[in-house]
C-alpha cells in the first residue's frame, strides 16, 4: 500500500454514502487526485475541515488505485472569502477552473503556484476581487497552456465553453450576480 503526503488544495468535495465523502485535491508535488474520506461527514470527525472546499493543507494519504485520506496538518482555510459573496465566487472559479481543466494525475508546479497565489491574493488583498479573478485566470490559463485574448470575465467564460467545452458554473454565476448589483 502506497503513502503519499504532500500539501494539497481541497478542490472539490461530493458526499458518499451515510458518513464518507470523495474529494478532489490538487496537490503540489502530484497534481490533481481523487481521495476518500471516511466517516468526514460524522459530527466527531477530525478531518472534517479537510474535506471542505479551499482548505489548503499537507495532506497524508495511504491507497493502491484509489487513495484514502488519514491525516491532515492545515496550513489556510482561506475562511475570509466566504465573508463576502463576491470573493467567495471568485475563489469558487479558480477551483472550478483547476477542476476541470486538468487530467488527474497530471503534474502542473506552475499552476499549483498560480492557484495558491491567487486564493492568497483573494484572501489577504484589498484589491477588488473580480480585478483578483481576471489577473489570476490569465496566470492559470497561461499555466494550463493557453494564451487568451480576453477583455472581461465573459470572455473567459466564453473561451472555457467555446474552446474546451467546459462549463464553469460558478463563473457564470458570478457574472449574473454582477447584473443585479446597485
Do not use: W
Not at 9 to 37: N, P
Not at 147 to 175: M, P, Q, S
Request: with cysteine; charged share 25%; aromatic share 12%.
Amino acid at each position: 500500500m502506497e503513502q503519499l503526503e504532500g500539501e494539497g488544495i481541497c478542490l472539490r468535495a461530493v458526499d458518499y454514502g451515510e458518513s464518507d465523502r470523495i474529494l478532489t485535491l490538487y496537490l503540489a508535488q502530484k497534481g490533481k487526485v481523487a481521495v476518500k474520506a471516511r466517516g468526514c461527514k460524522n459530527q466527531k470527525s477530525k478531518l472534517k475541515y479537510a474535506t471542505t472546499p479551499l482548505c489548503f493543507g499537507k495532506y497524508y494519504l495511504v491507497g493502491a488505485d484509489r487513495y484514502t485520506l488519514v491525516g491532515c496538518d492545515t496550513i489556510d482555510s482561506f475562511f475570509e472569502v466566504t465573508l463576502d459573496p463576491v470573493k467567495y465566487y471568485c475563489s469558487c472559479v479558480i477551483l472550478e477552473v483547476v477542476d476541470k481543466m486538468c487530467l488527474e494525475d497530471e503534474y502542473n508546479h506552475r499552476l499549483f503556484v498560480a492557484m495558491l497565489n491567487a486564493l492568497n491574493e483573494l484572501c489577504h488583498s484589498d484589491e477588488y476581487p473580480k480585478v483578483s479573478l481576471f489577473n489570476s485566470l490569465k496566470e492559470i490559463t497561461l499555466a494550463l497552456g493557453y494564451e487568451v485574448k480576453a477583455i472581461t470575465l465573459k470572455d473567459y467564460l466564453n473561451y472555457f465553453y467555446h474552446t474546451h467545452g467546459v462549463k464553469i458554473n460558478a463563473l457564470k454565476e458570478l457574472i449574473k450576480l454582477g447584473e443585479f448589483s446597485v
